[in-house]
């Protein structure tokens, strides 16, 4: 395993636990050999967190790739759709099915994949209760806005919120103006999905123009940008070896604080 740059090894909420900046979304995949091949070469090179989700049909994918690379080389997140948080008990069985499918005993972080209808705090204390069972190491939500994620925080009893995964990228920075700066006091990690805008960010001029000064590739660039705030990280996707080995680029260096600046201003 290729080692990382301490800077680019964020903490997960207060744990003290610390995991590569960026990571791997699971999301929309469609060669599920290539992209078994893609999440095995990610670890190898020191990306070592790995995203997906109930819903994504990519639990068996991520399992198999780290019954190749071993375990304790990677952090695990996993998603489970938010009807199962309104018991305690069927969110439990919802837990064990999910580690079923990734065939493993227990993942590292389990999140709420969006807020429910119903009360928070009822999903909270749901939540809780598949750590305590010993399911999962931390807990965390996604997708849940401000008013959501205070609520969550003040839900808590034995359990802190590690995460909040959210939408973030150079062209929807929605999350600076209250999300990010309420995560980095309370010390929970944002995780920015769909970081890159699915490639959009590649015909931006700006980031064109970034990129071309810093010997750079747009893609990087936009990651850059992310990581170099406060408790961020980002889990973009690709099937690729190619595409994990442009991900692992934006990692080890900083853009200037001039070009952040013109980031901000899109």
């Known amino acids: 395993m290729l080692p990382i740059d301490p800077e680019d090894r964020k903490e ?29 070469h990610a670890v190898e090179i020191g990306i070592d967190m790995i995203d997906t989700a109930e819903m994504y049909n990519t639990e068996d994918i ?13 952090f695990i997140t996993t998603k489970l759709l938010p009807e199962h948080f309104r018991d305690p008990y ?3 069985n919802a837990a064990k099915s999910s580690l079923r ?7 590292d972080l389990i999140l709420i994949h969006w807020p429910h209808s119903s009360s928070i705090e009822e999903q909270v204390r749901s939540l809780e209760r598949i750590a305590e069972e010993g399911l999962s190491r931390y807990i965390g939500v996604s997708n849940f806005n401000l008013r959501e994620l205070e609520r969550a925080v003040g839900s808590t009893r034995k359990n802190e919120i590690v995460v909040n995964q959210v939408k973030y ?3 929807d920075r929605r999350v600076e103006k209250d999300l990010l700066p ?11 999905y769909t970081p890159i805008e699915r490639g959009r960010v590649k015909k ?21 940008y992310l ?10 996707k690709s099937e690729r070896v190619e595409g994990v080995e442009e991900f692992r680029g934006a990692m080890g260096w900083r853009l200037p604080p001039e070009d952040i600046l013109l980031i901000e201003k899109l």
């Open 12 to 40: 997960i909420g207060r744990t003290g636990e610390r995991v590569s900046a960026i990571g791997l979304g699971t999301w929309g995949i469609r060669d599920r050999e290539k992209a078994t091949e893609a999440l095995v």
């Open 62 to 74: 991520v399992g198999i790739a780290v019954k190749k690379v071993g375990r304790e080389n990677v």
């Open 90 to 92: 069927e969110a439990i």
């Open 101 to 107: 499918r990734l065939n493993l005993s227990y993942v």
């Open 169 to 171: 990228s150079v062209l």
């Open 182 to 192: 309420y995560c980095i006091e309370k010390g929970i990690t944002i995780q920015a």
């Open 204 to 224: 931006v001029q700006l980031i064109r123009e970034i990129a071309r000064r810093n010997g750079r590739t747009e893609v990087q660039v936009s990651l850059n």
């Open 227 to 236: 990581i170099s705030r406060p408790r961020v990280t980002a889990i973009p």
